[in-house]
């Protein structure tokens, strides 16, 4: 097992920024292995998996890489006022690290997950880039991340930084499902959330959202709040069901 942290030049960004990547030590090429981009948190930033879950021996087991970035408290969102956070996640991040880490970039070994936050974000560029993944997965996720922002569950200065005080469809995930819902061809979705968790009806609305579009979704809770021993668990359980799903779209493509 190999983990590097560092820093790497963004052109979206126009700036340096934090990355972590781990690297299982199987023997073989890493352009062979899927690659996962795990995403953080609104509190936390790109070192938050590495200190507070075991993800790195969960990648080793599974077989996979994984990229951890940094996007400060940006809803992983091109922002009205700042930077181009869902611009460097979606498109230039993989590229780079393709680039830097000889890492894989064929849709059937890309993935992406992440908690709450992140959760949304993973959500949302699986929904506008379907092609690009070959799985998603949203541990506590802000999945009705525009009702709270609109509803002033932050403060108004960071929502209009976020957003210009309009919350754009691209970046609100009920829209974005009835968009991906025509278009199909959506990537396998986890998704858990913990039975004490304060979004939890948020996911049951979201459910509810997708079983109507016909988005085949897979969901998981169990007891457990917006805490970190439900998100290890969740990443735990997410390299199960993205070992399946690699397993499809292999097969897929070979067939």
Request: overall charge negative; aromatic content about 14%; some cysteine.
């Amino acid at each position: 097992m190999a983990v590097f942290e560092g820093t790497i030049f963004s052109e979206s960004l126009q700036m340096m920024t934090s990355l972590a990547v781990v690297l299982p030590a199987e023997g073989r090429p890493a352009e062979d292995m899927p690659v996962l981009y795990l995403l953080h948190g609104l509190s936390d930033n790109y070192s938050a998996w590495l200190r507070r879950s075991r993800v790195d021996y969960y990648a080793e087991q599974a077989g996979f890489a994984v990229v951890m970035p940094e996007v400060q408290r940006s809803f992983y969102s091109d922002m009205a006022y700042g930077l181009k956070y869902y611009t460097y996640i979606a498109q230039e991040l993989p590229a780079l690290c393709q680039k830097m880490f000889r890492l894989s970039g064929k849709p059937e070994d890309t993935f992406i997950a992440g908690l709450s936050m992140g959760g949304y974000g993973a959500l949302k560029a699986a929904f506008r880039q379907p092609g690009a993944y070959a799985g998603a997965a949203s541990f506590s996720g802000a999945v009705d991340a525009r009702s709270r922002l609109e509803a002033g569950g932050w403060p108004p200065n960071e929502t209009v930084g976020i957003s210009g005080g309009q919350f754009a469809p691209e970046n609100d995930l009920f829209f974005l499902a009835e968009r991906l819902a025509k278009q199909g061809g959506c990537p396998p979705l986890y998704i858990t959330c913990g039975q004490s968790d304060f979004m939890y009806e948020d996911h049951q609305r979201f459910r509810r959202h997708l079983e109507s579009l016909g988005i085949a979704h897979t969901y998981e809770e169990w007891p457990g709040g917006h805490d970190w021993d439900f998100w290890d668990e969740s990443i735990r359980r997410a390299f199960e069901f993205f070992t399946v799903c690699r397993s499809a779209a292999v097969q897929a493509r070979e067939g």
